[in-house]
């Protein structure tokens, strides 16, 4: 495999407009909606990575089985679009993203965001990982959840973790 070129990089605006020798996929609008919903938002990324597309495929979110699952703020499963469809976008999940970085669409993907693009990819990887232990505890049964009060408690927590004081 080859690595990516910066000739080959698609820059769409928040209109739809690009600059670029292609254009951009029809999933640009997931990069534009979030833009638009969390101007915190300064990087988006969407993954076909294995264990969250098999997740979606089941339309499962990762449920609080595990504490990290605070770093995405928890995740979400929208509900199923065709990919060619034109309103296909996290609008769908809009009503779960307000203390999110993180979503499945069903049927599809991960979306995430975060301020930086390191910070989104961690998210990512983050969650990525968390879709495959959540996998692996279910091939032994269904894993133990954390309370509403205990995973209030670790999102809290997670409100100044890693920050400097």
């Not at 833009?35 to 969250?52: D, G, I, L, N, T």
């Not at 979110?61 to 509900?79: E, K």
């Not at 969650?127 to 809290?156: F, I």
């Amino acid at each position: 495999m080859g690595g990516l070129r910066a000739d080959q990089i698609v820059h769409p605006d928040l209109e739809g407009r690009w600059e670029g020798r292609a254009a951009p996929s029809s999933e640009w609008r997931f990069h534009r909606d979030i833009y638009r919903q969390r101007p915190e938002a300064q990087a988006v990324v969407h993954a076909h990575s294995p264990f969250a597309v098999s997740l979606a495929c089941l339309r499962r979110g990762i449920p609080a089985f595990h504490y990290m699952v605070a770093v995405a703020g928890g995740t979400s499963v929208a509900p199923a679009t065709p990919p060619s469809a034109p309103r296909r976008s996290p609008t769908t999940c809009q009503l779960r993203w307000e203390d999110r970085r993180a979503c499945h669409m069903a049927n599809h993907e991960l979306v995430a965001f975060g301020e930086t693009l390191d910070q989104v990819l961690a998210v990512a990887l983050e969650v990525e990982g968390l879709c495959h232990q959540y996998w692996r505890a279910g091939l032994m049964g269904e894993p133990v959840l954390l309370s509403d009060a205990e995973m209030d408690e670790v999102l809290e927590r997670f409100k100044t973790y890693g920050k400097r004081r």
